[in-house]
Each structure stands twice: as structure tokens, then as C-alpha cells.
């Protein structure tokens, strides 16, 4: 018998591949429960609608971006914990900007990230505050990072390479993805660094 980790991931990963090829407008929850070849009400005691399961996608996908970056590496010896942080945040926008799930929903769908970016910290924002927080802070031990709350700090970084990769199609016709992620890094180095350098 399939665990519920395994059902659910099952799920998700079912949706996945409908919003990739459908759109979220255009994926129902019945459509998931086919292609997961699981029974509806399996779906539907797990979620209420695709808008809940697709924040749950969103999530799972930016927490397996986020440790798959963490997990990259850490720093060569004597690598400011600065330097670290500001490579993993453009490991996460170069990753974000290539993820089919990510770019169909900002490219053809966006309204659907319209309330995590203008009104409130989702489930997906708090997971990467969890895990970016902590190394301000060991930044600012090490000296690399300016003083300063960390949590705003790292919610700076957060808001910053969200609005990089939700905003690239604005610099499309002037920056291609490596150039724009280079621009990324200029920013949050030079916004870490103050006065610490």
C-alpha cells in the first residue's frame, strides 16, 4: 500500500504536468486525479480546488530548489558567507527562470501570484525565509554582510529575486537570462554588502 507522502507526491506530480501543459484555468482536479490514477475523492480530501493544489506545487518545487541550491556546495575555504548567498539566490533565479512550472504561470497566468506578491507571505516564501535568514546572520558574524535585522535583510533578498524572475519578460528585449541574473548579482551583492566590504 502507497504511503500518503507517496499519494500525495503522486498528486502533485500529476498536476504538474497538466498546469505545464494546460494551464492552471484549464486543469481540474478530476483531470489530476486520471493522470495520478488515484479516485477523485482521494483529490478532493486533499484539496479543495487546483488553487490549493497548485500552492502546494509551487511550494514543494521552490523547497526542492532551494535545497537542491543549498546542497550545490558551500563555499571554497575563506568564501565570505556573503559571496555564498548571493551565488545560491542567482542558483534559484536561474532555476526558477527555467522551471516549465514557474514560467507558465508568470507567462500565461500571473494574477495567480498576484496575492504572494503584493499581499502576503505564502507557505513557498517562508520556506526560503527559513533557509536564507540564518546565513544573513552568519554573514553578519563573519563580517560580510552589513548590519541589520536579518530577517529584512533576507526579505529584501527574497522580494528582490522574486521581482527579478517574475519581472524578466520587461527586460527581454535589453538582457538574456544570464545577463539578467548577472544584474541580480550586482544588486543583492552591493545591497549585503553596505559598508561591511
Known amino acids: 500500500m502507497a504511503s500518503k507522502r507517496n499519494v500525495e507526491d503522486r498528486i502533485m506530480d500529476a498536476a504538474l504536468v497538466c498546469v505545464e501543459s494546460f494551464g492552471v484555468r484549464r486543469t481540474t482536479l478530476t483531470d489530476v ?7 477523485r475523492p482521494t483529490v478532493y480530501r486533499r ?20 535545497l537542491a541550491q543549498e546542497a550545490s556546495g558551500g563555499g571554497g575555504d575563506g568564501e ?15 532555476a526558477l527562470l527555467a522551471h ?11 494574477e ?16 526560503a525565509l527559513d533557509i536564507v535568514e540564518p546565513v544573513v546572520a552568519a554573514g553578519q558574524r563573519d563580517g560580510s554582510v552589513r548590519p541589520g535585522d ?11 529575486v522574486q521581482g527579478t524572475v ?14 539578467l541574473v548577472g544584474e541580480l548579482t550586482t544588486l543583492l551583492d552591493g545591497y549585503l554588502a553596505g559598508d561591511a566590504d
Not at 84 to 93: C, P, Q
Not at 101 to 108: N, P
Request: proline residues 4%.
Open 166 to 179: 517574475t519581472s524578466r519578460r520587461l527586460f527581454a528585449d535589453l538582457l538574456d537570462e544570464d545577463a
Open 150 to 160: 536579518p530577517a529584512v535583510l533576507a526579505r529584501y533578498v527574497l522580494v528582490t
Open 80 to 94: 565570505a558567507v556573503r559571496a555564498r548567498l548571493v551565488r545560491h539566490a542567482a542558483g534559484v533565479a536561474r
Open 112 to 127: 495567480l501570484l498576484a496575492t504572494y506578491t503584493f499581499h502576503r507571505l505564502g507557505t513557498s516564501h517562508r520556506a
Open 100 to 110: 516549465p512550472l514557474f514560467t507558465r504561470i508568470v507567462d500565461t497566468e500571473p
Open 47 to 66: 484539496w479543495p480546488d487546483v488553487t490549493a493544489l497548485v500552492a502546494d506545487l509551487l511550494t514543494r518545487e521552490l523547497r526542492r530548489i532551494l
Open 33 to 39: 486525479a486520471r493522470r495520478a490514477e488515484v479516485s
